[in-house]
């Protein structure tokens, strides 16, 4: 922990996650309830595709998801990737740690606002989230609902520039 008992938060790269630890946290009916796009049956071979296509986003973009440590342990995974030429930034917690989704994504959006090659950020999130004031009180932008993957989501923008 950092001093004043607030957990330290760390990025790795997701090969450093335990295929188990993945496996558990993509099969939790809570984590689902969020996700719509989200397919049962997660295995060590799904993790293996998963962790490879994620792994392809950074030798592509130089840049892609990463395993979310809390304190040492997993906490999720996350991170940007390239979306029709958008940076879209992407969030999915273990829900022992879900209430440290904005603290994520600050720490997330500062690496953002460090990199040139990131003008802005886009956000979707399901319709089944209530909450949206912290992507407002960073700064993003509702720009509307939109459908992808045969899902609707409400999309933000975040200006990083």
Same mark, same amino acid.
């Given at each position: 922990m950092?001093s004043?008992?607030i957990?330290e938060?760390?990025? $790795?790269r997701l090969p ?5 630890? &993945? &496996?558990a946290?993509m %099969?939790?009916p809570r984590v689902?309830r /969020?996700?719509?796009?989200l397919? %049962?049956?997660?295995d060590?071979s799904? $993790?293996?595709? @998963?962790?490879?296509a994620?792994e ?6 130089g840049?892609? /998801?990463w395993? *979310?440590?809390c304190?040492?342990?997993y906490?999720?995974?996350g991170?940007? +990737?390239?979306?029709d030429g958008?940076w879209d930034?992407g969030?999915v917690l273990?829900?022992n740690?879900f209430g440290?989704?904005?603290r $994520?994504t #600050?720490?997330a959006v ?5 990199d040139q #090659? *990131?003008?802005?950020?886009? @956000? ?5 989230? #209530? /909450? %949206? #004031?912290?992507?407002e009180?960073l700064?993003? +932008?509702?720009v509307?609902? &939109?459908?992808?993957?045969g899902? %609707?989501f409400?999309?933000?923008?975040l200006?990083?520039?």
């Amino acid at each position: 922990m950092v001093s004043g008992g607030i957990p330290e938060i760390d990025f $790795v790269r997701l090969p450093e996650v335990s295929a188990d630890e &993945i &496996i558990a946290h993509m %099969s939790d009916p809570r984590v689902a309830r /969020h996700m719509p796009l989200l397919n %049962s049956g997660w295995d060590r071979s799904r $993790v293996t595709e @998963f962790v490879l296509a994620k792994e392809e986003c950074w030798r592509r973009d130089g840049l892609g /998801h990463w395993g *979310i440590l809390c304190d040492g342990t997993y906490a999720g995974w996350g991170g940007f +990737q390239k979306e029709d030429g958008e940076w879209d930034f992407g969030l999915v917690l273990e829900p022992n740690h879900f209430g440290l989704g904005m603290r $994520v994504t #600050r720490k997330a959006v500062a690496f953002a606002k460090a990199d040139q #090659r *990131i003008p802005y950020v886009t @956000f979707l999130l399901a319709l089944s989230r #209530r /909450h %949206s #004031r912290g992507l407002e009180r960073l700064g993003a +932008q509702l720009v509307g609902e &939109i459908e992808y993957g045969g899902a %609707s989501f409400l999309k933000y923008r975040l200006e990083t520039q």
